[in-house]
Nanobody
Framework: QLQLVESGGGLVQPGGSLRLSCAAS????????TAWFRQAPGKEREGVSC????????NYADSVKGRFTVSRDNTKNTVYLQMNSLKPEDTAIYYC????????????????????WGQGIQVTVSA
């Protein structure tokens, strides 16, 4: 069974850091572009970041640019989201998603492009 499982969330104070992990099982991430999404209370789902299947291309939402960094280690079948300088408005459920990408540079934050989704993990930023 093809699965994505997020980990590393929790409660952190404003200005703090967290690193989310997204581990794939049942398939290899080598052929999959991946992305992170989040949904805050009362808000629509938002694309946070994406990374191409080889890791050579990335993109970020304006709201997180300069604070978040996406990376991947295909040998470990895992994608990461390093979150620094966290703000209360970053509070949300964060989701990892993946889809097959034939091109090595394809990178999208359009939720409709993704087939596989993790269960989501809570990130809470509060003083």
């Amino acid at each position: 069974q093809l699965q994505l499982v997020e980990s590393g969330g929790g409660l952190v104070q404003p200005g703090g850091s967290l690193r989310l992990s997204c581990a794939a099982s049942g398939f290899t991430l080598n052929y999959y572009a991946t992305a992170w999404f989040r949904q805050a209370p009362g808000k629509e789902r938002e694309g946070v970041s994406c990374i191409s299947r080889s890791g050579g291309s990335t993109n970020y939402a304006d709201s997180v640019k300069g604070r978040f960094t996406v990376s991947r280690d295909n040998t470990k079948n895992t994608v990461y989201l390093q979150m620094n300088s966290l703000k209360p408005e970053d509070t949300a459920i964060y989701y990892c998603a993946a889809t097959v990408a034939l091109g090595s540079t394809w990178c999208s934050m359009d939720a409709q492009a993704f087939d596989l989704w993790g269960q989501g993990i809570q990130v809470t930023v509060s003083a």
